[in-house]
T-cell receptor
């Protein structure tokens, strides 16, 4: 285990269901991220949180709703999803925020094992 | 925004040989570049970070180079083993947002 735990590992849901993905880290990290990984495509950054405040929403449809109640927990609430939303959803954390190009400092990401989502 | 190109076709290498993976980026030169390993059904795992003022970085059998003129990083695994078979991802800081941008990855297969 990496220190970042994601549940559930597998989820099958219909287009009208509401479900949530959970991510928990016990590394004492301050920043947390949601990424989407689809077949044949690179990881897509979805949301970024720093000290439980959202810093980035990468033009993600509103059917994905993140929640970060504290620096250790991150949720992704799902509702009325589409079949094309089927993918591996990866949560990651870093000690401090991975800043955009041009800023100083460097941080590395620790990923969870992912939640494999299938939308029927 | 930054575009990252990795040779996404599977790379087959015979055990014991050196595997070399390529990461090219198209726009601005990043302050640093990272390499991750991903096994099937798992999340990526961080391997190495190299900064723009570093030409080369080593860790055990791994070596990374960074050429800002060519806009390229090379990732080498020497004395390759079947256990090195995985997908290797290159990552850079995002251009317009916080977070890392990843390439599609190269699927490396080490054949015994």
């Amino acid at each position: 285990e990496t220190g970042v735990t994601q549940t559930p590992r597998h989820l099958v849901m219909g287009m009208t269901n509401k479900k949530s993905l959970k991510c928990e880290q016990h590394l004492g990290h301050n920043a947390m991220y949601w990424y989407k990984q689809s077949a044949k495509k690179p990881l897509e950054l979805m949301f970024v949180y720093n000290f439980k405040e959202q810093t980035e929403n990468n033009s993600v449809p509103s059917r994905f709703s993140p929640e970060c109640p504290n620096s250790s927990h991150l949720f992704l609430h799902l509702h009325t999803l589409q079949p094309e939303d089927s993918a591996l959803y990866l949560c990651a954390s870093s000690q401090d925020l991975v800043l955009r190009q041009g800023a100083s400092g460097a941080n590395v990401l620790t990923f969870g094992a992912g939640s494999r989502l299938t939308v029927l | 925004s930054q575009k990252i190109e990795q040779n996404s076709e599977a790379l087959n290498i015979q055990e014991g040989k050196t595997a070399t993976l390529t990461c090219n980026y198209t726009n601005y030169s990043p302050a640093y570049l990272q390499w991750y390993r991903q096994d099937p059904g798992r999340g990526p795992v961080f391997l190495l970070l190299i900064r723009e003022n570093e030409k080369e970085k080593r860790k055990e059998r791994l070596k990374v180079t960074f050429d800002t003129t060519l806009k390229q990083s090379l990732f080498h695994i020497t004395a390759s083993q079947p256990a090195d078979s995985a997908t290797y991802l290159c990552a850079l800081p995002e251009g317009g947002a916080d977070g890392l941008t990843f390439g599609k990855g190269t699927h490396l297969i080490i054949q015994p």
